[in-house]
């Protein structure tokens, strides 16, 4: 038998999706240069221009599962890194956002194959917030070496992943392979599939 274990660099260049909350971006905004600069000490190309990390801002983390899932699905990334911040001092709603977001990032994960990150900062202050995101230590640094090392353990199973399935699909364009996820939306990989108009 075996023990497997990722490692933080990798001889083949991995390749990321960050998704990034707006709302409270004084504290996203710090999680992502954090995230940014753990990719970079690491050897990742972090140009947005560039071949490795590509940046998907959505509005608030509410939004983060489904954007990370959509990601995730197109077989493009080693990891996905959700970034936001939740401050129970701003919403009635916090417990509602944070509960949602929490479960939904871990869905995108499951459902996908692809290791998605949850990197949404939960604080009662904004104070709070801030000090995990930069002032004290920045928990986005921390994000990516989740990622970093989610990635590279991954490439051991690689071939038996539902992304694995869904680029092979993308690249052939012939009937996608069966997932286990229930979900009447049509996925990014299925948009590039052409349909025979209905006889209407
Ligand atoms: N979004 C956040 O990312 N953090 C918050 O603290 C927050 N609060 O306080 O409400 C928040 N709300 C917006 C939410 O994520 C959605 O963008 C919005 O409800 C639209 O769906």
Not at 44 to 61: L, S
Not at 173 to 192: C, D, F, G, H, Q
Request: hydrophobic share 45%; glycine share 8%; aromatic share 8%.
């Amino acid at each position: 038998m075996a023990v497997f274990e990722g490692t933080f660099t990798s001889a083949t260049p991995l390749r990321f999706a960050v998704i990034i909350g707006r709302f409270n971006d004084l504290v996203t905004g710090k999680l992502l240069s954090g995230c940014q600069d753990c990719l970079k000490r690491h050897g990742v190309d972090t140009n947005p221009h560039g071949t490795q990390v590509d940046y998907i801002w959505v509005p608030g983390a509410f939004e983060v599962p489904l954007m990370a899932r959509q990601a995730a699905l197109t077989g493009r990334y080693d990891a996905v890194i959700c970034l936001g911040a939740v401050i129970r001092g701003q919403t009635p709603h916090f417990d509602y956002v944070a509960a949602e977001v929490a479960k939904g990032v871990a869905a995108a994960g499951f459902e996908t194959g692809v290791p998605v990150i949850f990197g949404v900062v939960t604080a009662d202050t904004m104070q709070q917030a801030l000090e995990r995101a930069g002032i004290k230590s920045n928990k986005g640094w921390d994000y990516a070496l989740n990622a970093l090392e989610m990635a590279s353990l991954m490439q051991h199973f690689k071939g038996n992943g539902l992304a694995s399935a869904y680029a092979a699909y993308e690249e052939s364009a012939v009937t996608p392979p069966a997932l286990p996820i229930s979900s009447n939306r049509t996925m990014a990989s299925e948009a590039t599939v052409e349909h025979k108009p209905s006889a209407e």
